[in-house]
């Protein structure tokens, strides 16, 4: 096994930029090339971190043997092509989230990475923060008995990617994006809860996408063609009997609840701040967890904890052999099922079964009329 990774990523645009900061801090981690449509743009950035070589044609970064795994940083509608041309290069892939901006393609990325036998890892940054690998703990030690309930709820007052100043335009077009608050927020916080669950089956789901807020800063909201969901909501029954509740709002006229909860029939966890609810000795305890003290420690008596503190740090880990990898292209799978259903339902007005998901035309109901006078 060799002890360096070497790294090709493609799209060196905001978070592209950002991948490149971290992989300068992951010991084992080095970024041999770059590729970007824009030339002089990507020249200039691989002269920041020390890349030695730019290609603006991906297909000739991939065609070269020295290059261990590419980092696919594109916006949503290109992460399937990429990711597949990088897969069948035989190269390992980590590509951004959303896995893809439908079901349909996301499988296609999956079944691509069992075929050609190459690693697939999915940028699901929440699953690494202190809270979450607490909690992950403290259900698989059993403390939450068994799991029947979970809710994830996330609003931002007004924070629609350009629309409301933050971001490019790319997030609000159906064009580059595919979707809106679904696609960039909630894929996040839906792939936490599955994974804190273990990815359970889904079965149906009853959803509704909004785009409803008035006042929208118009000229902003005409210059980048907004038109995607600012407001999405589900009730997704999972196997196992387990209900999940999504909520995320990209801007919505009420404070944010921030609630994000998985409920057994022993305890109960509110993941950040991390709070454990249960039963002693015939009282109600609400328990606060020092997660970050915890994940310390882990790190001092476990050398590999290293590589569970962040998602490149975990790829990165996860190439040299110091540690599998959490199954995130399933996770992240799971959740495009999930978040296909909650447009396919809000487009159809009715509760849909996974088969009906798995079967629909992809991309039905992403389309909303934006909201300007
Ligand atoms: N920007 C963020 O804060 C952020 C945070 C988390 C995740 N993401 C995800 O990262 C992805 C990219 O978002 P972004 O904001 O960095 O977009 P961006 O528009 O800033 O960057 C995309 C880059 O890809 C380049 N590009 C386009 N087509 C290409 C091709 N065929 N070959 C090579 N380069 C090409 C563009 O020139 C651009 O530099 C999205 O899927 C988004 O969901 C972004």
Same mark, same amino acid.
């Given at each position: 096994?060799?002890?360096?990774?070497?790294?090709?990523?493609?799209?060196?645009?905001?978070?592209?930029?950002?991948?490149?900061?971290?992989?300068?801090?992951?010991?084992?981690?080095?970024?041999?090339?770059?590729?970007?449509?824009?030339?002089?743009?990507?020249?200039?950035?691989?002269?920041?971190?020390?890349?030695?070589?730019?290609?603006?044609?991906?297909?000739?970064?991939?065609?070269?043997?020295?290059?261990?795994?590419?980092?696919?940083?594109?916006?949503?509608?290109?992460?399937?092509?990429?990711?597949?041309?990088?897969?069948?290069?035989?190269?390992?892939?980590?590509?951004?989230?959303?896995?893809?901006?439908?079901?349909?393609?996301?499988?296609?990325?999956?079944?691509?990475?069992?075929?050609?036998?190459?690693?697939?890892?999915?940028?699901?940054?929440?699953?690494?923060?202190?809270?979450?690998?607490?909690?992950?703990?403290? /259900?698989?030690?059993?403390? #939450?008995? +068994?799991?029947?309930?979970?809710? $994830? =709820? @996330?609003?931002? &007052?007004?924070?629609?990617?350009?629309?409301?100043?933050?971001?490019?335009?790319?997030?609000?077009?159906?064009?580059?994006?595919?979707?809106?608050?679904?696609?960039?927020?909630?894929?996040?916080?839906?792939?936490?809860?599955?994974?804190?669950?273990?990815?359970?089956?889904?079965?149906?789901?009853?959803?509704?996408?909004?785009?409803?807020?008035?006042?929208?800063?118009?000229?902003?909201?005409?210059?980048?063609?907004?038109?995607?969901?600012?407001?999405?909501?589900?009730?997704?029954?999972?196997?196992?009997?387990?209900?999940?509740?999504?909520?995320?709002?990209?801007?919505?006229?009420?404070?944010?609840?921030?609630?994000?909860?998985?409920?057994?029939?022993?305890?109960?966890?509110?993941?950040?701040?991390? /709070?454990?609810?249960?039963? #002693?000795? +015939?009282?109600?305890?609400?328990? $606060? =967890? @020092?997660?970050? &003290?915890?994940?310390?420690?882990?790190?001092?008596?476990?050398?590999?904890?290293?590589?569970?503190?962040?998602?490149?740090?975990?790829?990165?880990?996860?190439?040299?052999?110091?540690?599998?990898?959490?199954?995130?292209?399933?996770?992240?799978?799971?959740?495009?099922?999930?978040?296909?259903?909650?447009?396919?339902?809000?487009?159809?007005?009715?509760?849909?079964?996974?088969?009906?998901?798995?079967?629909?035309?992809?991309?039905?109901?992403?389309?909303?009329?934006?909201?300007?006078?």
């Amino acid at each position: 096994m060799s002890d360096e990774i070497r790294i090709g990523v493609i799209g060196v645009g905001q978070i592209g930029v950002r991948h490149l900061e971290k992989y300068k801090q992951v010991p084992g981690a080095r970024v041999v090339a770059v590729s970007d449509l824009r030339e002089d743009h990507a020249q200039r950035i691989a002269g920041q971190f020390n890349v030695p070589d730019v290609y603006p044609d991906y297909e000739e970064m991939l065609a070269r043997d020295d290059i261990d795994a590419v980092d696919v940083c594109l916006h949503n509608r290109l992460h399937c092509e990429a990711t597949i041309d990088v897969l069948e290069s035989g190269k390992h892939c980590y590509c951004e989230k959303p896995m893809s901006w439908t079901y349909a393609e996301s499988k296609k990325m999956y079944d691509a990475a069992e075929r050609t036998g190459k690693k697939l890892h999915i940028q699901l940054a929440r699953i690494y923060e202190a809270d979450s690998r607490a909690a992950k703990r403290i /259900i698989d030690d059993g403390h #939450l008995g +068994d799991i029947y309930f979970a809710k $994830t =709820v @996330n609003y931002r &007052r007004r924070g629609r990617p350009f629309v409301d100043g933050y971001g490019s335009p790319a997030f609000v077009n159906v064009k580059t994006s595919g979707g809106g608050a679904m696609l960039d927020m909630a894929v996040y916080h839906i792939a936490l809860m599955l994974y804190l669950m273990d990815n359970p089956e889904l079965e149906t789901v009853s959803g509704a996408t909004y785009q409803m807020l008035e006042n929208l800063d118009r000229d902003r909201a005409l210059e980048s063609g907004y038109n995607v969901e600012e407001l999405g909501m589900a009730y997704v029954r999972l196997a196992g009997g387990i209900s999940l509740i999504v909520e995320e709002a990209w801007a919505i006229h009420a404070e944010d609840p921030a609630q994000e909860q998985v409920m057994g029939s022993r305890g109960g966890l509110q993941v950040n701040p991390l /709070i454990y609810y249960a039963t #002693l000795s +015939d009282l109600e305890m609400d328990a $606060t =967890v @020092n997660a970050e &003290r915890g994940i310390w420690r882990w790190q001092q008596t476990n050398p590999c904890a290293y590589y569970y503190s962040e998602t490149q740090r975990h790829w990165v880990g996860a190439l040299l052999g110091e540690v599998p990898l959490i199954d995130t292209a399933g996770i992240a799978l799971n959740t495009a099922l999930i978040t296909e259903g909650i447009y396919l339902s809000s487009h159809l007005g009715r509760e849909v079964t996974r088969k009906e998901i798995e079967n629909a035309e992809p991309g039905q109901g992403r389309e909303h009329d934006a909201n300007i006078d």
